[in-house]
């Protein structure tokens, strides 16, 4: 009885560090990338950082939001390294550090639901520019097949905003945006620890509906097919849902 307690123990303790980890390296990613947007000229642009908005779900948690002059940038930041696989429509893509693979949820997925809940947001302002982009560090090699040129390296997220010279509103409508941004983010500690737990809480639901044959997505079946890329399991649904998950 020891002997399985102790093992216990050390199991969760093992996936304690593990999470640990992994939030370290994301906040760490953040950091790099909030020290980059310091940069961006002051009279033009307002930058914001780990804002967690409702939607009609819960909550999301936006790693960055631009307000400026030429719109509205929302960064999603991914500190990974290694060779990153993945398509456009993927739910999750593939993270490859000499052959030892991990998958994430596809971070083009996420950023539209970022950009669904800033447009709930900002509704009374209307022709919103929004310019999502997705940044990993500059240890990834992309190799991914979107359409989206906003898919780069933390090397090139300034350069890549920069390229927006377009002026779509003045600098009093942003500081009144940032007002309207500011009263809607969630600060509190409770919920930001209930938004994690209902992410973690998603998660698990997600894995036992793969591991039951059952589409997370739309609850149709999931069936093997094969693709040029190998075997994987998709919803019967399809082309209505588009979920995959590769075996």
Known sequence: MFFILLELLLIGGSIALLIHQVKLKGYLGEKAVEKILTTLPKDQYVVYNNILLKTDYGTTQIDHIILSVFGVFVIETKNYQGWIFGNERDDYWTQNIYGKKARFKNPLLQNYGHVKAIEHVFTNFEALKIIPIVTFSGRSELKVNVNSKNVIKFSQLKDQIGSYTLKMMNFETVLKMGEILTHNNIDSKENRIEHNTKIKSNIK??????????????????????????????????????FTKKI
């Open 205 to 242: 639901n997600n894995n036992i509906k793969i591991a039951n044959k059952i589409c997370p997505r739309c609850g149709g079946n999931l069936v093997n097919r094969n693709g040029k890329y190998g075997h994987f399991i998709g919803c019967s649904n399809y082309p209505k849902c588009r």
